[in-house]
């Protein structure tokens, strides 16, 4: 006789260990322009343009969502950071799950970079970093949960749907290192942006930058169809950095 309790079980079970799917709305495809500006004794500059692109494709015959972020700084401020921040992120479509990612990183005339290999099979992440004139150092991580670059969280914060008030436990990836963090949906901020959720990272034992500073980013997304990165924000040692979207 066939258990219709047991079935059930088996059925519930599978319900909640079945990987969520996240569609791609067509809206959210191409170009997205941004201005980077930083505010330093009640001055704001702007130090720089970026662009961030999404579309589908392939990565070694698989389908992925790929995205490309170009930061370009302005005139004089090529003097204090690079002239040209590029990075690369692949995803799998269904899940918006990191695959590979990869930054160019230039230094002296030199060539470096910071790779990351995703392996959903085995759980690992394969990390390379080199940043001229040191050695490349490779680094291999467990997954623990959420694990990712900062280029594929901002893919994660744009097509997720991320319950309010809830901190999610995450690792990030950052110039070689594995950093522990949290993020979290404060809800509504129409006030900054009309239509606007916003969201707070907050690293545990590291920051964006290399001194450190920048252990907390506000980033917040548009609730519409297009579901945009609308700005970002983050306090860094001498002043705050800002990147809002161009209308």
């Given at each position: ?69 170009a930061i ?65 150092v490779t ?79 506000t980033v ?28």
């Amino acid at each position: 006789m066939v258990n219709v309790f047991n079935i059930a079980i088996l059925l519930v079970s599978a319900l909640l260990s079945a990987p969520a799917s996240n569609s791609i709305p067509a809206e959210s495809l191409g170009d997205e322009q941004y201005e980077v500006r930083y505010k330093m004794a009640g001055i704001t500059s702007k130090v720089a343009d970026a662009t961030i692109s999404f579309e589908k494709g392939t990565r070694d015959g698989k389908a992925v969502l790929h995205s490309h972020a170009a930061i370009r700084a302005s005139s004089i401020f090529r003097l204090f950071m690079d002239a040209e921040y590029i990075a690369d992120t692949y995803l799998t479509q269904d899940r918006q799950d990191p695959v590979y990612y990869f930054n160019p990183v230039k230094k002296g005339g030199k060539e470096g970079k910071f790779e990351c290999v995703y392996d959903s099979k085995t759980k690992t992440i394969t990390s390379v970093f080199q940043r001229p004139p040191q050695d490349a150092v490779t680094k291999t991580y467990t997954m623990d949960g959420l694990s990712m670059d900062l280029l594929s969280l901002l893919v994660y914060v744009r097509y997720h749907d991320i319950p309010a008030n809830s901190p999610l436990s995450m690792h990030l990836l950052m110039g070689g290192k594995y950093v522990a963090a949290t993020l979290t949906n404060q809800g509504a901020d129409s006030d900054k942006y009309p239509g606007a959720e916003r969201f707070l990272l907050k690293m545990i034992d590291g920051g964006l930058m290399e001194n450190g500073s920048g252990k907390e980013i506000t980033v917040w997304r548009s609730t519409g169809n297009d579901r945009r990165i609308l700005g970002l924000e983050t306090s860094l040692s001498s002043g705050v950095m800002t990147v809002a979207i161009k209308e």
